[in-house]
């Protein structure tokens, strides 16, 4: 009995240990990262996992945070304690928080590493803020209005595309800079939309938000869901724009292999292949796995840039079979840059 209670103190020693790095250590030089078993998270929750424990919750993701850690030695610790308190103004912005037109308030708790110093204003050259269509690298903390947290991401650093959240946030994300922390004050008209998700909380909400970089992005079209109007459509159902005329009067053929820069979108305006990313920009035509892709660069030469709405039908489908692939329509800036030789 007295080794089993001396073992268990020694557990939750090790764990206040833990916590206490996790909350004070300065993170790692680079070339330290490596050797860390955390290198990708400053998660606390990952210092834990290192010594052994595993993380158990009843909550399901999006929202999901460990409600407790089962040790090794038979019992249980509350993780209450990993979880940012509710702010004091969580109820409510205080006099002070900045208001957009739209209703939505913001405070900032930590200024941008390009103006940390109060007498260099926020709006310097220095101070890089993100497009609605850019991605960007953030932590976040979520609370009712009542300071119950309903979604955080423990501190694990999350891309995501600004304008892929909700209004509020779309808002108030391209306000801020790298290395800014702020709380923001959401509406419940700019909050989440209940009628598509009756789990999601109502009514206004409240973030913590911290902005660590920003990935820039190609700007996306206007049409990512449906062709304009004047766009042209072949038999198949291949609708398409000329951006800029080519020269000559050669055009690839399945076999022929070509050189084309390229950017791609799905509907709801995710970059799904482009080769300011990495993606391969000289292959066989033959080769491209897009259906109505393949028959659009048919239709060019060299030079020319296009833009392409591909029906589902002409792309993934509605419902793909593979794993993260796109469903529906697919929009595609193309210019082809040279014809190469036939295979």
Request: with cysteine.
């Amino acid at each position: 009995m007295a080794r089993h209670s001396l073992a268990k103190r020694g557990a939750v020693a090790t764990v206040a240990l833990l916590l206490i790095r996790g909350a004070v250590v300065p993170r790692p030089s680079a070339a330290a990262i490596p050797t860390s078993p955390c290198h990708q998270v400053s998660s606390r929750r990952c210092l834990l996992r290192t010594a052994g424990l595993s993380l158990t919750s009843g909550l399901s993701a999006p929202f999901a945070h460990a409600a407790s850690i089962a040790t090794p030695f038979g019992f249980s610790i509350d993780t209450g304690l990993l979880d940012p308190r509710a702010p004091p103004d969580v109820a409510g912005p205080p006099a002070d928080a900045e208001v957009t037109a739209s209703g939505l308030a913001s405070k900032i708790l930590l200024r941008p590493t390009c103006a940390l110093s109060s007498s260099k204003p926020l709006d310097n050259p220095d101070c890089e803020r993100a497009n609605p269509y850019d991605k960007v690298l953030i932590t976040y903390v979520g609370w009712t209005p009542d300071g119950r947290m309903f979604d955080s991401s423990q501190n694990e650093k999350r891309v995501i595309r600004v304008n892929s959240i909700m209004e509020g946030l779309t808002e108030g994300l391209v306000k801020m800079a790298p290395g800014e922390t702020r709380r923001f004050w959401v509406p419940a008209n700019l909050a989440f939309d209940n009628k598509q998700d009756p789990k999601k909380p109502s009514g206004p909400l409240v973030f913590d938000i911290e902005l660590f970089a920003i990935e820039r992005q190609p700007r996306p079209p206007d049409s990512l869901k449906a062709p304009p109007a004047d766009a042209l459509v072949t038999d198949s159902g291949l609708a398409y724009k000329v951006l800029k005329s080519g020269s000559g009067t050669q055009r690839p053929t399945a076999d022929t292999n070509v050189t084309a820069l390229y950017n791609g979108w799905s509907k709801n305006g995710d970059l799904v292949l482009s080769t300011s990313f990495g993606a391969q920009e000289t292959f066989l035509v033959k080769e491209v796995p897009i259906p109505g892709l393949l028959e659009g660069l048919q239709l060019m030469v060299a030079g020319e840039t296009r833009r392409f709405w591909i029906p589902a039908k002409l792309a993934f489908g509605e419902k793909p079979e593979g794993r993260n692939l796109p469903a529906g329509m697919l929009t595609f800036d193309m210019r082809l840059m040279s014809i190469n030789a036939a295979s």
